[in-house]
């Protein structure tokens, strides 16, 4: 049974099944503490209005993963939570293990929900909050098995522990839980030569120079794990990755420099380079791509001329679909860059390139 015909037999039981069928997201609470970089949902104990599940699965169960959404508990509405947010968004990342296979890891940038506030006055006060939306639909869904040996993990930096401190974040599995209603085995592996999950490449690096710069990504596996999803190219030969579409995001210094449409018209002409051998397969400029954020902080004059602060805090998100996926092959010469021009915005901030797709993976 492939993943599909599983996914199928979830949503649409037949008679005869032995199995019940229902929408049941998993969720937890894990709090943010200072010097805590990995945090472990749904380890701890049950316990009502925090998780509903804690794994592994009952021999009784199997769930079927098709969304990830988390919710960050902290309203962004200084600088300094702007910096912090930067960081937990581009810096860490969720991952789930399950029997000693890496099925999913994504940068919190793409399964995150947030409030962020516009502020006034030198005691701050918030006079408008919008609320950033996002979540991760999985185009193959994950498949946690009755007992199956599963680690969902949140990792994160020193800063975003200390800056988030005490706050909560909020982990929800979307998906389609199995109750047996009889015996039943699923092996996810026997008698099949490919596996296909859902995947995002992704890779954060630092904006280093305001100069003319070319950014390779996925090109060194000597890097921080909270920066990238551990993939590098050439891709190993039991696998093979199909883009389906590409993000990339930028975080402006907070300022008056920064600004998201200033950041905008100054990024929208860097250029996304991918090549094959040497085939160029993609060629263009990242404006239909480019996600950003950026926190306005400047003064003004109130009616009796004095200096009043004011905050704004924007994030726009953009995601390209591919009208043809580009597949990247098994041990191909694969080079991803990211050209910018000079005089660039952003100096010492960092850019965050997400390929989304579907990887094939060689089952041994």
Not at 289 to 311: H, I, N, Q, R
Request: a neutral charge.
């Amino acid at each position: 049974m492939d993943t599909i015909q599983l996914l199928n037999a979830v949503g649409y039981p037949t008679p005869g099944d032995n199995v019940r069928r229902h929408s049941e997201p998993l969720f937890d609470t894990v709090t943010v503490a200072a010097g805590t970089t990995e945090y472990y949902p749904f380890s701890g104990a049950l316990s009502q209005f925090v998780n509903n599940k804690k794994l592994p699965l009952a021999g009784s169960e199997i769930f079927a993963v098709t969304g990830i959404n988390l919710f960050l508990q902290t309203l962004i509405s200084t600088t300094a939570l702007y910096a912090n947010l930067l960081e937990y968004l581009q810096q860490s990342k969720i991952q789930i293990n399950i029997d000693g296979r890496t099925m999913a890891d994504y940068p919190l940038l793409e399964c995150t929900s947030f409030y962020i506030a516009s502020t006034l006055g030198a005691t701050p006060v918030s006079y408008k909050n919008n609320y950033i939306k996002r979540s991760k639909s999985l185009v193959e869904p994950i498949i946690i098995n009755s007992q199956a040996n599963v680690e969902i993990k949140i990792i994160t930096t020193a800063n975003v522990a200390t800056g988030f401190d005490t706050n909560k974040i909020n982990v929800q599995l979307d998906g389609i839980k199995l109750d047996k209603l009889d015996t039943l085995s699923l092996n996810l592996v026997d008698g099949k030569q490919f596996s296909q999950i859902a995947w995002t490449i992704w890779e954060t690096q630092q904006i280093s120079t305001t100069n003319a710069n070319t950014f390779n990504f996925f090109a060194t596996q000597t890097r921080a794990k909270n920066l990238f999803s551990e993939d590098v190219f050439p891709l190993s030969n039991t696998q093979r990755f199909e883009v389906q579409a590409i993000e990339l995001f930028l975080g402006g210094n907070a300022g008056t420099t920064d600004t998201v449409p200033a950041v905008r018209n100054n990024r929208n002409n860097n250029l996304l380079k991918i090549k094959v051998e040497t085939t160029d397969f993609y060629n263009s400029n990242v404006a239909d791509m480019l996600s950003l954020a950026g926190a306005k902080a400047t003064t003004f004059d109130d009616a009796g001329a004095v200096a009043t602060a004011l905050v704004t805090t924007e994030v726009e998100y953009r995601n390209k679909v591919l009208q043809i996926p580009l597949i990247l092959p098994a041990t191909g010469n694969v080079t991803i860059t990211v050209d910018q021009p000079g005089n660039s915005l952003n100096s010492n901030q960092y850019m965050t390139l997400l390929l989304k797709g579907k990887k094939t993976r060689q089952v041994i």
